[in-house]
């Protein structure tokens, strides 16, 4: 499957949002920086959520000010609802490219969408010196992506080497305590 294969589809911000809630996330948008931006986003997303422009909103803020965590949240929620979206009924671990046919089906760019967040996903565990967890997300991606159209084989790299480091890392703790 050609994961740039868009045929014209609507994405996600196409969906439209309440009134209110598109005036809260341009106010947000507006008082970037500020508590108050926040405040919107949050007060947003209680309105509406299961929209995916309020969870893109609220995860940008988040990754900006460095919020990684909440960042990862909000990833793994549009991850989740991506898939029921798209009838994906196993968790991500469990994703196959029979799964990814499937979803091709009912829509091209929300499969990419959620695979795109897995990525975002991994990269905020690799922010937060957790390789090994980014490494099976990274991994996932690879199996799937065979032809690395998202553009996970660097990614995947790194952490592979991250978590080769830590295993160093950890071996010679274990030594040094044997030592004493």
Same mark, same amino acid.
């Given at each position: 499957m050609?994961l740039?294969?868009?045929?014209?589809?609507d994405?996600?911000?196409?969906e439209?949002?309440?009134?209110e809630v598109?005036s809260?996330l341009?106010d947000a948008a507006s008082r970037y920086?500020e508590?108050?931006a926040?405040?919107?986003?949050l007060?947003?997303?209680?309105?509406?959520? %299961?929209?995916?422009?309020v969870?893109v909103?609220?995860?940008?803020?988040?990754?900006?000010?460095h919020?990684? %965590?909440? *960042?990862?949240i909000?990833?793994d929620?549009?991850?989740a609802l991506?898939?029921?979206r798209?009838?994906?009924?196993?968790?991500w671990?469990e994703?196959?490219?029979?799964?990814?046919?499937?979803?091709? %089906?009912v829509s091209m760019?929300l499969t990419?969408f959620?695979?795109?967040a897995l990525?975002? *996903?991994g990269?905020?565990l690799m922010?937060q010196n957790?390789?090994?967890?980014?490494?099976?997300?990274?991994?996932?991606?690879a199996?799937?992506?065979t032809s690395?159209?998202?553009?996970?084989?660097?990614l995947l790299s790194?952490a592979?080497?991250a978590? *080769?480091e830590? %295993?160093i *890392?950890?071996?010679?703790?274990?030594v040094?305590?044997?030592g004493?």
């Amino acid at each position: 499957m050609d994961l740039l294969d868009f045929n014209g589809e609507d994405m996600y911000f196409d969906e439209p949002v309440s009134p209110e809630v598109e005036s809260l996330l341009a106010d947000a948008a507006s008082r970037y920086g500020e508590p108050g931006a926040e405040l919107s986003l949050l007060h947003a997303y209680f309105l509406e959520p %299961q929209h995916l422009s309020v969870l893109v909103a609220l995860y940008r803020y988040f990754y900006y000010r460095h919020r990684y %965590q909440e *960042a990862l949240i909000i990833a793994d929620r549009a991850i989740a609802l991506s898939a029921e979206r798209l009838g994906i009924r196993v968790h991500w671990r469990e994703l196959t490219e029979a799964h990814l046919g499937h979803s091709v %089906q009912v829509s091209m760019a929300l499969t990419r969408f959620l695979l795109l967040a897995l990525k975002g *996903a991994g990269y905020l565990l690799m922010r937060q010196n957790r390789p090994a967890e980014a490494l099976e997300r990274f991994e996932k991606l690879a199996e799937i992506d065979t032809s690395d159209r998202l553009g996970i084989n660097e990614l995947l790299s790194m952490a592979r080497n991250a978590v *080769a480091e830590e %295993q160093i *890392a950890g071996a010679g703790d274990n030594v040094r305590f044997l030592g004493r």
